[in-house]
C-alpha cells in the first residue's frame, strides 16, 4: 500500500493581478470574440463619430466657434459613455451573475483555490469586458472634443473619476442583484 499523493503547489491568484484571473480571463474570451466584438465596435464607433460630427456641424451652422461646437459634443458623448457603463454593463454584470447562478457554476467556483476578492474582480471586469472596450473605443473622441473645447484637465479628469467611480459601484449593485 504505498501510495503517493502528489502534492501540487496551488496557484493563488492575486486579486490585484486581474489579467492573471481564470475568471476574467474565461470572460475575456468569451465575450472578446471577433465577429462579437467587431459588431459592437463598428456601432459605438459610428455612434460617438455620428455625435461628434452631428454636434460640430449643428454648432458652426448656428455660427458657434469651434470650442462651443466641440463642448456640445462632450455632453452628448458623456451620456453616451454613461449608456455604455452603466446600463449595459450593469446589466451585463447583473444578468451574467443571474445565469451563472442558474447554471450551477458558482457552486462549482466555491471550490476553486481562490480568495473571495479575486473571484468578485474576475466576474466584475470579466462579465462587462465588452462594454468596457466600448468606452475605450469612445475615448478617442472624447479626447479630440476636449482637445478642442480647450477644456483644462483639472475640470474633465475629476469628472471621469466620479464616472468611472460610479460604474464600478453600478457593477458592485448589478454583482449583489445577480446573486
Given at each position: 500500500m504505498n501510495t503517493a499523493i502528489s502534492l501540487s503547489p496551488q496557484i493563488r491568484h492575486s486579486p490585484w493581478k486581474i489579467w492573471t484571473n481564470p475568471i476574467f480571463r474565461r470572460y475575456c474570451q468569451s465575450r472578446l470574440r471577433f465577429h462579437?466584438?467587431?459588431?459592437?465596435?463598428?456601432?459605438?464607433?459610428?455612434?460617438?463619430?455620428?455625435?461628434?460630427?452631428?454636434?460640430?456641424?449643428?454648432?458652426?451652422?448656428?455660427?458657434?466657434?469651434?470650442?462651443?461646437?466641440?463642448?456640445?459634443?462632450?455632453?452628448f458623448l458623456l451620456i453616451f459613455q454613461g449608456v455604455l457603463l452603466f446600463v449595459l454593463g450593469t446589466a451585463q454584470v447583473s444578468g451574467g451573475m443571474t445565469a451563472e447562478r442558474d447554471e450551477g457554476v458558482i457552486d462549482y467556483q466555491r471550490l476553486i483555490p481562490m480568495t473571495p476578492l479575486a473571484k468578485v474582480f474576475g466576474y466584475l471586469f470579466g462579465l462587462p469586458v465588452r462594454e468596457y472596450v466600448a468606452f475605450l473605443a469612445t475615448l478617442p473622441f472624447t479626447a479630440w472634443s476636449l482637445w478642442r473645447a480647450q477644456i483644462a484637465w483639472s475640470t474633465w479628469l475629476p469628472l471621469y473619476a466620479v464616472v468611472l467611480t460610479s460604474t464600478l459601484l453600478y457593477h458592485f449593485t448589478g454583482l449583489l442583484t445577480g446573486t
Open positions: 462579437g466584438l467587431g459588431v459592437t465596435l463598428l456601432i459605438v464607433v459610428l455612434i460617438a463619430g455620428f455625435i461628434v460630427g452631428m454636434c460640430n456641424s449643428i454648432s458652426m451652422r448656428i455660427e458657434y466657434g469651434p470650442a462651443d461646437a466641440a463642448r456640445a459634443g462632450i455632453f
